[in-house]
């Protein structure tokens, strides 16, 4: 299809006549160039067992066994133990404080929620 005039679909629509051999199959969607096939209900499980016959491994076992022999893991534990220490201790520190910092602020608005609600209900039996 790379060389001009080699196409088959130039050839026929050379010829004019609006029809040809290639001409899409009427069911096909105009933009796909594959015919589109139905196919029973009973038979799509004997199709897929036949199509998988011809795939010995149906996992993907990863790289090679050479290729990962020849990575070196010997730095492995040194990256995950830095990994650890990645956020400093002074900052962890810093954010406990804010939670609980948090937590007592919590405990103060939700005690003045409950006094404010007292505070109304007095009112209205004062009024």
């Known amino acids: 299809q790379d060389i001009p005039g080699e196409n088959p679909m130039d050839a026929a629509q050379e010829q004019g006549n609006g029809r040809s051999q290639f001409q899409r199959d ?5 933009e796909s160039s594959v015919p589109t096939r139905s196919v029973q209900v009973d038979k799509v499980l004997k199709i897929l067992t036949e199509f998988l016959q011809d795939f010995p491994k149906l996992r993907d076992e990863g790289p090679p066994r050479e290729i990962r022999n020849l990575r070196d893991n010997s730095r492995d534990q040194e990256y995950w133990e830095a990994m650890t220490r990645i956020i400093p201790e002074g900052t962890l520190k810093l954010w406990d404080a804010l939670g ?3 937590l007592e602020y919590h405990k103060v608005l939700t005690r003045r929620s409950e006094l404010s609600s007292e505070a109304i ?4 039996q004062n009024s």
């Open 26 to 30: 009427e069911s096909q969607s105009p």
């Open 100 to 102: 609980a910092a948090l």
């Open 121 to 124: 209900a007095l009112q209205r």
